[in-house]
């Protein structure tokens, strides 16, 4: 089965932009329309942007001109640019065929922070 993989997430700075990838493994976007969506901490998973085969992407009310979804068959890939990003765009992001024909991947992680502060990171030393 083919299997949807996404890639190119991280923790940016309110405003900041992050590009997103999906790339099937196993498969073809060919004759596709591929939708993005994304699930937030405790939320259900939404509906972000879709481009199909042939004609004109869509988005989210929400996304208000802030991101950009693209592909190019040949390099078997969708593309995501997220612009200007809000605490709220915080989310795990995946993609699939508008029928759901891909097996679901893990996602990609997308944190935007509104602090001076990053998150961190853990140090263990092991005796």
């Known amino acids: 089965q083919v299997l949807a993989v996404e890639s190119g997430g991280g923790l940016v700075q309110v405003g900041g932009s992050l590009r997103l990838s999906c790339t099937p493994s196993?498969?073809?976007?060919?004759?596709?329309?591929i939708h993005w969506y994304r699930r937030a901490p405790g939320k259900q998973r939404e509906y972000v942007a879709s481009i199909p085969a042939f004609g004109f992407p869509d988005y989210a009310d929400f996304v208000k001109g802030r991101f950009r979804i693209s592909r190019d068959d040949t390099q078997n890939t969708v593309w995501l640019q997220l612009d200007n990003l809000q605490p709220e765009d915080t989310a795990v992001y995946y993609c699939?065929?508008?029928?759901?024909?891909?097996?679901w991947g893990q996602g990609t992680q997308v944190t935007v922070s509104s602090g001076a502060w990053g998150q961190g990171t853990q140090v263990t030393v092991a005796s």
């Open positions: 699939n065929t508008r029928a759901g024909s891909f097996a």
């Open positions: 196993g498969g073809t976007i060919r004759l596709y329309d």
